[in-house]
């Protein structure tokens, strides 16, 4: 990405709270993504809960490829700084998201800064332990519109979804505070995604935050696979807990 191009895209993101930045990641390494990861998972899961409607697998790309987390971060890291306004990156939580197809499942409106869903204050909560750059990160691993469980937004300074068709490898910046959800599924096939929080700053008394440094003072740190080791032993699991595919 060049300069310009990162100054459009975190001026629409400081702007409208979210930007679509397209192509991120080469289709070869999507195929193989969902080929090693994503649809076994889907497969494995639903072969015992036929039924499920949500599949998350927790700090999994993280622990098993972390390159490509670095890769993301390489590729977006100027955009980062931009949108952040500071030149250091922390992980606080990875996983991948899989809609599995004619699941009546949808995300219900949310804004990041509430972690959990149940009741409106938590959708729309006024404080958060984590620092108000945090900026939600979604990578779709297939194509995505209205019918196969796209996002929709509703931009700052507007009442009205917006909704977001994607490509496989595009990714999505979301802002903290920007409102948005997804449609549900009426494909056969599965909707695979990467979803990963990131923020500028480590959140103090959350324990469930990885808080991985992944940039410091504009460079690009190498992901500590021991760290990533530690926090897999230890089960704290990102919400919604239930989901997590391991146990199944
Ligand atoms: O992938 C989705 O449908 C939405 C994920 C999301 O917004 C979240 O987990 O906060
Ligand atoms: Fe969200």
Redesign the pocket.
Known sequence: MNKIEDSYYSKNFLENGYVHIPSLIKPELIKSIRETFSIPIANHVLKNVPNRLKISADRLLLSEVPELIEMIVENLKDVFMACTRQDSLYLMYEMM?IIPGHSPYH?IV?Q?IGANMETIEERFPRKSPRHPDTI?V?IPFVDVDKKS?C?YVIPYGTNIPKYIEMKAGDVLFLSYFIP?G?TVNSLDTHRE?L?MSVSPQPTTGQDRDINLPLMENGKVLKVDRNKIKQLMDKSINYAPGEDHYKNI
Do not use: E, Q, V
């Open positions: 998201f995300t949310h990041d939600s979604w469980s996002m948005h997804s995604t979803l």
